[in-house]
């Protein structure tokens, strides 16, 4: 009775949360937003669904590309200059830094286009079109055959239609998606450029200002920008880095206004949210918040209190490790928020709810199987997902195995001496055994510990038991292997004795158990999880027509809207949804390396030389905002209900990092840089006035 009790009102609670999300959740499909276009307009947006997206016309999505393989940028002038993140162009400016050149501490301003520096293996792709092709990709399948037939009918049908949508050449490149769990497939064409150029990055300490501490947070005063131009042959297509190619002439770019936004005020974010797990049944988010989560911010860490303890004590070593420290201790952060976020929201007893009411209905609409079938399908596979993890975060994360495997590959595609020459200085201008070689014996002591021992790798047993302990193991390991000193070089192209190297044999071990012992079981499993998923999903649009679903994000164009808007992180304080330069002159301090901005910064701060760039005499810095966002929208254009750029987006705030599983109105917030911060450091501090003369301004 009282158990009854419990569940009326938990699903009350999630029914009255599901309906105020409405508000602002979501990731909309481009293509489809004329279905949404008269809500955004209700809050505020003046412009039309074919000024978003349109295939016959220059639209807002020809100036917005995908930076890399993770991030979003756009395009702000005539002549392809490219506006995204510092932490998305971080990998780029650390690698062009060193000693001498230190970019990440002094900053980078190319100050003519002679200076502008390439980037080998950086691209960013336009999204031509995309289009529905789920009867083509279907074509041959019919209800009943096994996953496995469905797979390669999808996969061929896949192959096919990328062949012909990308047989013109030029740059073109298509990818086919799933959406909805396989309900449904789109093929989204895209042009990739290669011959992307650094152009500016303002120093670390105003582009990660706040560093880890406040990653994540708000109040916020991260200048989180760098800027690249895109490059193009004479005749504007897609080229690979030549000294002849010429600035890139887009279909479209923002104009840029300078009045700012306010509380209440419309906002939308346009790009690539990466991924996102809403429709998964509680099962899912039980392993995520209770298991995964747990587990691996545990081993992270480990690593980070090892990378940190270096990093402080050696200049050279915090250059070697930013980019990598970074990338550990974000993922470890956000996990945090996202824990707390699911157990505040009380996500797992709210799904049981949600499926309690659908598994009322399913029986009759011929979904009465799915719910169960599903629940013990995730328990069966959470031994093999918790080792998968567990893998992923140990073993598979030693540096020194990673670099041994890389060079046994090239030695079995029979690379030349330069290549082996590219590897060895890529890998070594990074590097620092003692670092990798502690956080290998931590590791490999938490695996011995936290992975039942019949599932351990045999390998590993008979190392733990030959050394005795981890950290014996490390010794001889690291004493033994040629990979740990670049003075070994030469023998790098001897395959009988990379194949015999310890590092390299301990790699191998691993992934043969791997592929062996764990994946195929793990992916027998999913694939049966895809089905019921597929039928779930199904289920959900059905038991609420009324509901409008937006596809899980899978890295896929997608507009987000909201608007300006503050919040309450704990009983008892309301944040502002806005921060001024003053708030980056309260956290100033010399003493701590994360907050040392620039002296020239004070000095223009003290002699209020803010140029045209304020608001109320202040500069504006940053601002938060409801829009619906996920890892990937870095970098993406923040758009005023007049379609011009007000900000670039960069963060969520950390109690609602759990959007990604559950959005919830009160906590969920996107933060995005204000965009007269970037124009004042361009301005005032890079004194790169250049570059703000090619920008269009609105107002
Ligand atoms: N949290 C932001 C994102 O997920 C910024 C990351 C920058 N990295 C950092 N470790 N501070 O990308
Ligand atoms: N900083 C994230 C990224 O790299 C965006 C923030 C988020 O996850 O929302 O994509």
């Not at 306010?262 to 996102?276: L, M, Q, S």
């Not at 031994?383 to 975060?393: L, T």
């Not at 190297?501 to 027998?524: C, G, K, N, Q, T």
Request: hydrophobic share 35%; proline share 4%; with cysteine.
């Amino acid at each position: 009775m009282r158990h009854l009790f419990l569940s009326v009102i938990l699903s009350a609670a999630f029914l009255t949360a599901s309906v105020t999300a409405l508000a602002d959740e979501g990731m909309w499909l481009p293509s489809l937003i004329s279905q949404r276009i008269s809500d955004m307009q209700d809050k505020g947006f003046k412009l039309s669904a074919e000024d978003i997206y349109s295939i016959n016309q220059a639209s807002l999505k020809d100036a917005v590309v995908l930076f890399g393989r993770g991030c979003t940028g756009e395009i702000i002038s005539s002549e392809g200059l490219l506006l995204t993140n510092h932490h998305c162009g971080y990998g780029q400016i650390q690698k062009h830094s060193s000693l001498e050149h230190d970019y990440l501490k002094d900053g980078f301003w190319a100050m003519d286009r002679s200076e502008e520096l390439p980037n080998d293996g950086l691209t960013v792709s336009f999204l031509e079109r995309m289009d529905d092709v789920t009867s083509a990709v279907l074509d041959g399948y019919s209800a009943g055959m096994s996953e496995a037939a469905r797979d390669s009918i999808v996969r061929s049908n896949s192959a096919r239609l990328i062949k012909n949508a990308t047989a013109d050449g030029n740059g073109l490149r298509a990818t086919v998606e799933s959406l909805y769990y396989g309900n449904s497939y789109y093929i989204f064409i895209y042009r990739e450029f290669s011959d992307v150029r650094l152009v500016g990055a303002p120093p670390s300490s105003i582009g990660k200002f706040g560093g880890d501490t406040d990653n994540w947070m708000w109040p916020r005063h991260t200048g989180d920008f760098s800027i690249f131009r895109i490059y193009a042959d004479k005749d504007n297509n897609p080229a690979p880095y030549s000294e002849d190619n010429v600035p890139y002439r887009p279909k479209r770019y923002f104009k840029i206004s300078l009045s700012g936004v306010g509380e209440g005020d419309f906002t939308f974010v346009y790009g690539f949210p990466g991924r996102t797990q809403e429709y998964i049944m509680s099962e899912g988010v039980r392993y995520v918040s209770e298991v995964s989560d747990p587990h691996k911010i545990a081993l992270r860490t480990k690593r980070l209190d090892i990378q940190r303890k270096y990093m402080e004590s050696d200049r050279a070593v915090r250059i070697q490790y930013a980019s990598k420290n970074a990338g550990v201790a974000n993922a470890w952060k956000k996990w945090q928020g996202e824990m707390k976020g699911i157990n505040r929201l009380g996500t797992v007893q709210a799904k049981r709810a949600y499926e309690k009411r659908f598994s009322g209905w399913a029986e009759s609409a011929g979904y009465g199987d799915v719910l169960w079938k599903l629940d013990s399908l995730y328990k069966a596979a959470e031994p093999y997902s918790f080792i998968q993890d567990y893998y992923m975060e140990t073993a598979y994360t030693v540096e020194l195995a990673r670099f041994a495997r890389s060079v046994m590959s090239l030695n079995s595609k029979g690379a030349s001496e330069e290549e082996f020459d590219a590897a060895a200085d890529a890998f070594y201008k990074d590097y620092y055994m003692p670092i990798d070689k502690e956080c290998f014996v931590a590791v490999m002591d938490a695996f011995d510990r936290n992975v039942p021992e019949d599932f351990q790798p045999a390998y590993f047993r008979d190392m733990m038991s030959e050394y005795g302990s981890a950290a014996v193991w490390a010794d001889a390991l690291f004493a033994e292997s040629m990979f740990t000193d670049r003075c070994n070089r030469m023998r790098f192209t001897d395959s009988s004795a990379v194949a015999d190297d310890p590092a390299v044999v301990f790699s191998m071990e691993f992934s043969r158990w791997y592929s062996r012992d764990i994946y195929p079981e793990l992916s027998r499993i999913g694939r049966e999880i895809t089905l019921l998923n597929r039928e779930y999903m199904k289920g959900q649009m059905e038991f609420e027509p009324e509901k409008a679903f937006y596809p899980d994000a899978n890295l896929t164009l997608r507009v987000a809207y909201g608007q300006v808007a503050g919040y309450s992180p704990s009983d008892g304080i309301y944040y502002e949804p806005y921060s001024t330069i003053d708030g980056i002159m309260e956290k100033d301090n010399p003493e701590i390396y994360d907050y040392n901005i620039p002296q020239k910064l004070r000095e223009l701060y003290a002699s209020e030389d803010f140029g045209k760039w304020t608001e109320d005499g202040r500069v504006p810095v940053c601002f938060i905002a409801t829009n619906h966002t996920s890892g990937g929208n870095s970098g993406s254009p923040v758009i005023n209900a007049d379609g011009n750029l007000v900000g670039i987006n960069f963060d969520r705030v950390w109690e609602g990092t759990m959007s990604d599983i559950a959005f919830d109105p009160a906590y969920c917030r996107n933060i995005s840089l204000d965009i007269r911060y970037v124009l004042f450091i361009i301005d005032r501090l890079a004194g790169a006035a250049h570059l703000i003369e090619e920008m269009e301004f609105a107002d």
